[in-house]
């Protein structure tokens, strides 16, 4: 039914998840209703990935804990709180059961966020200019000893700044998967499903995943960074920040990253097939336009789009016979 897993959820949790954001959306049809039951009814996994989500909902700061008592029972929640615990969940798992994952709690405490659809840029005090993507969320450091930024989730687009006396300290950008320090550059990084990509537009990186050696990044590199694995440099996506634009820039690009782009941009569950994840789009589309692109995706690609409800889409490849 959910073709697009957290990685490290089990199966009923990243659904349980899912089901809640449905139920919460205020949307929910009978059909939806009795879709839910026969679900939570059909494993004993089920049963216990809901009330994982209950205890998350009950313990969680800012969800309204009334979901604890029964999804069905009562008014339609917040379709930003169901949105958040869906996050917290594909990003902490049943951690979050024994307690609260560090990760994910400064996540959603960080210093500097953006929601859905949402792309902001800020000035720093030694005039450093960081651009966030949507649902991005980073914590910063600026003082005389250390210029740190801490990426939590997102993709982040930074142009250094060379203000004195701050700019004379260390510029470092720390991920879930090694450090990263710029030497007088403009640079991206982006963290999204537990994967750390970094892109070079100008002047150098010294890029270190933890457990491995340290290596020079020059304009127009990028690589990813994996703990315990020496990088493997490669040539930048000249659009990998079309997002400043609101714009993706596609050339035979999987349908799955496609959407996956496209999700940040528009509330809800937005997910595919196995079969559609393959078909190849290209072209330039605007992320603000997420309504249209999908009604023009089966004028494309042989897929339908389902609209299980408002929040809840996913694309399905046309069977052979179709």
Not at 118 to 144: C, F, K, M, Q, Y
């Amino acid at each position: 039914m959910f073709d697009t897993p957290c990685p490290l959820t089990a199966p009923s949790q990243q659904e349980a998840a899912e089901w809640y954001a449905v139920l919460s959306s205020g949307e929910v049809s009978d059909g939806e209703k009795s879709e839910w039951q026969a679900w939570l009814d059909a494993a004993p996994e089920h049963a216990k990935a809901w009330a994982l989500v209950e205890e998350v909902v009950s313990r969680f700061q800012g969800l309204p804990p009334a979901l604890a008592q029964t999804a069905l029972d009562t008014p339609a929640l917040d379709r930003r709180a169901a949105l958040k615990l869906l996050g917290v969940l594909c990003v902490s798992g049943g951690a979050l059961a024994a307690g609260m994952n560090s990760s994910a709690w400064n996540r959603e405490f960080a210093d500097l966020t953006t929601g859905t659809g949402e792309v902001r840029s800020w000035s720093l005090a030694d005039g450093t200019r960081l651009s966030l993507n949507a649902r991005s969320a980073v914590d910063v450091l600026i003082e005389p000893r250390q210029r740190l930024i801490r990426l939590y989730q997102g993709e982040i687009l930074i142009q250094t700044g060379h203000d004195l006396p701050l700019a004379q300290s260390p510029f470092r950008v720390e991920t879930g998967h090694g450090l990263i320090r710029a030497l007088g550059t403009r640079f991206m990084v982006s963290a999204r499903d537990h994967d750390v990509e970094v892109s070079l537009d100008e002047g150098a990186l010294e890029v270190q995943p933890f457990g491995a050696a340290v290596q020079r990044l020059h304009a127009g590199d990028a690589t990813r960074l994996e703990r315990n694995k020496t990088s493997l440099i490669h040539p930048r996506n000249p659009h990998a920040a079309a997002w400043e634009q609101g714009l993706i820039f596609a050339d035979g690009m999987p349908l799955s990253l496609y959407l996956k782009q496209l999700a940040q941009y528009r509330p809800g569950i937005l997910s595919c097939d196995s079969t559609a994840a393959t078909l190849q789009v290209s072209g330039v589309f605007k992320l603000a336009e997420s309504n249209r692109l999908l009604a023009r995706l089966p004028e494309i690609l042989p897929v339908k789009v389902r609209y299980f409800s408002r929040y809840w889409v996913r694309v399905e490849a046309l069977s052979a016979d179709v």
